[in-house]
């Protein structure tokens, strides 16, 4: 009994140095941006950047609902550009990055168009606060203590 409640406070230890050691984004937002691209038949790019009003931070991270085929990403300035393989249709790119706020949209554009016809592009910016370590260590002690006494009425109980 004693020997599993002092594994159990060392797990809740290194669960707390744990989270404690993380590189800390603490007072950063998560930044999901989505981009809609139009390019009507007979007509395609192969690029868009996106301007926002803070330099954004690599790496960004595609999200599922991305369906062009990125080939590439770079960052200049306040500038993300994104390379992707020519498309023609309505296609999707959403991705995310770590920021310092305040972080919004300034201008975005999309480049590398080939063809006659007139391409739409709608950009939406939204952003969330990225949590600190230090709560998502308390999140693991909070969750080894329940466990904990979980076990102990569970062993009273039987008994």
């Given at each position: 009994?004693?020997?599993?409640?002092?594994?159990?406070?060392?797990?809740?230890?290194?669960?707390?140095?744990?989270?404690?050691?993380?590189?800390?984004?603490?007072?950063?937002?998560?930044?999901?941006?989505?981009?809609?691209?139009?390019?009507?038949?007979?007509?395609?790019?192969?690029?868009?950047?996106?301007?926002?009003?803070?330099?954004?931070?690599?790496?960004?991270?595609?999200?599922?609902?991305?369906?062009?085929?990125?080939?590439?990403?770079?960052?200049?300035?306040?500038?993300i550009s994104v390379f992707y393989t020519p498309i023609t249709g309505n296609?999707?790119?959403?991705?995310?990055?770590?920021?310092?706020?305040?972080?919004?949209?300034?201008?975005?554009?999309?480049?590398?168009?080939?063809?006659?016809?007139?391409?739409?592009?709608?950009?939406?910016?939204?952003?969330?606060?990225?949590?600190?370590?230090?709560?998502?260590?308390?999140?693991?002690?909070?969750?080894?203590?329940?466990l904990a006494v979980r076990r102990l009425f569970k062993r009273i109980s039987?008994?």
């Amino acid at each position: 009994m004693m020997k599993r409640l002092f594994l159990l406070l060392v797990a809740a230890f290194l669960v707390a140095s744990l989270g404690l050691a993380t590189p800390s984004h603490a007072g950063s937002v998560l930044v999901t941006t989505d981009v809609n691209i139009i390019a009507p038949a007979g007509t395609s790019s192969d690029e868009v950047q996106i301007t926002y009003t803070n330099a954004p931070a690599l790496p960004i991270t595609l999200l599922p609902a991305t369906t062009v085929a990125v080939t590439g990403s770079s960052i200049s300035g306040d500038t993300i550009s994104v390379f992707y393989t020519p498309i023609t249709g309505n296609q999707t790119l959403d991705f995310t990055f770590v920021a310092a706020p305040p972080i919004a949209l300034n201008e975005d554009h999309l480049l590398g168009i080939i063809g006659p016809g007139p391409t739409g592009l709608t950009t939406n910016v939204t952003t969330s606060a990225v949590p600190e370590p230090a709560s998502i260590a308390l999140l693991g002690i909070g969750m080894t203590g329940f466990l904990a006494v979980r076990r102990l009425f569970k062993r009273i109980s039987v008994a």
